[in-house]
């Protein structure tokens, strides 16, 4: 987009030439080059297509920006967005991502104001808040809904970013395990704090590996209703004790996520027995004690394609089928993602899993050997 490729330069021909096409546009995706075989913006001038694509487009209701952040030239990035939002358009979505370097917290405050705005979603963010700069723009944001993934920066810098918006309803946190700092659900419930009477979706991914959940509570986020959190903080503390600091008074759907990072699969033995006795025992909490909790949606989709089948192994949606089948007479759902692999293929597979040979000897003694052997050979 910016310099202008041929066919974004077709494009705008197209519009000039029947300008009312524009106005079914809604969403529009734009790149920004950094390296490769089309060199950065140089200046402002490279803009000018971006411009007046945007002039025939009086509908965009989503914009998503990549690439356009390196220094010395993401200026002229900053200097097109702020046309963009100080223009006659009603953008109540942006997202802006990376391509090679990170944006910087300041340069988001300091070039993103509209009215119109609802949610800003950011991916791959560094740097830090000026003192200044907070203070100048404490609570003037206007948009409700904040996400953040690849977050590279510090808890602090976080905090002062979040002193930016009057409100918030929804937030989210993508995985935390690239971060080189020390992340834990304490963290987040300091920051987010001043929002605890109208945040209504919480969705923390993994935090940094090897920190645990932390002391947290939860259970003053008056109107938080969705909670997604990673499974593997939490299955070292006490069921009943998560369960506890988690649901508040308006919790009706929780998330129980497996996913390690962004694009990557978790492992088949992620979910066992261990796993189903927990995420029970959290069920049956909020059931006993008359919650509101109504919903658990387990997020599991491991790798299958990598999986090798052994003896012991067990088909782990069985087990949540099992909790579904323990909670579901007293109100509470538990749902789980479409299983990678079916049960019937499953079982063929284990069918030509290696297992352990037993020998039985003369005493009448059964011995196992250590090797196993494949039956289907």
């Known amino acids: 987009m910016a310099p202008a490729s041929k066919p974004v330069r077709r494009l705008r021909r197209t519009l000039k030439k029947d300008p009312h096409l524009g106005k079914y546009c809604r969403v529009l995706w734009v790149r920004i080059s950094e390296t490769g075989s089309i060199p950065p913006p140089q200046d402002h001038w490279d803009y000018d297509v971006a411009h ?17 952040f390196a220094k010395p030239h993401d200026d002229h990035t900053w200097t097109f967005l702020r046309h963009v939002f100080f223009g006659s358009l009603q953008l109540q979505h942006v997202i802006l991502e990376k391509l090679v370097m990170e944006m ?16 800003l979603s950011l991916q791959g963010v560094d740097g830090v808040v000026a003192s200044h700069v907070a203070i100048d723009n404490e609570r003037t944001g206007n948009f409700t809904t904040l996400a953040f993934q690849n977050y590279i920066g510090t808890i602090g810098s976080l905090q002062d970013f979040l002193r930016w918006p009057k409100e918030l309803k929804h937030f989210q946190m993508g995985s935390l395990l690239n971060n080189r700092f020390s992340w834990n659900m304490a963290s987040f419930q300091s920051m987010l704090s001043p929002f605890k009477h109208s945040l209504t979706r919480l969705d923390i ?16 986020f008056t109107k938080l209703a ?9 299955q070292t503390a006490v069921a009943e ?9 308006s919790l009706n759907q929780f998330a129980w996520n497996f996913c390690s990072e962004e694009y990557i699969s978790e492992p088949w ?7 189903q006795v927990w995420i029970q025992k959290f069920a049956m909490f909020a059931i006993e004690n008359k919650t509101v909790l109504r919903s658990i949606k387990i997020e599991f989709n491991p790798d299958y394609e990598g999986y090798v089948a052994k003896e012991g192994d067990v088909y782990p949606w069985d087990l949540m089928d099992e909790v579904g089948k323990a909670t579901l007479p007293h109100g509470l759902d538990v749902t789980y993602d479409v299983p990678v692999v079916t049960k019937k ?17 003369k005493g009448g003694e059964e011995e196992e050997e250590e090797e196993a052997y494949d039956t289907g050979v």
């Open 52 to 68: 007046d694509l945007l002039t025939w487009l009086p509908n965009l209701n989503c914009f998503n920006i990549w690439g356009g």
């Open 205 to 220: 991914g993994r935090l940094t590996k090897g920190e645990s959940i932390g002391q947290f509570d939860l259970s003053g």
């Open 269 to 275: 033995s992620s979910f066992d027995k261990e796993q």
């Open 104 to 119: 910087k917290l300041d340069d988001i405050i300091l070039n993103l104001e509209s009215q119109s705005l609802k949610s």
């Open 241 to 249: 004790d998560i369960a506890q600091l988690v649901i508040g008074p």
């Open 345 to 361: 293929r499953w079982l063929v597979e284990m069918e030509s899993a290696p297992k352990t040979l037993t020998i039985l000897e």
């Open 226 to 234: 969705y909670v997604r959190l990673s499974a593997y903080q939490m």
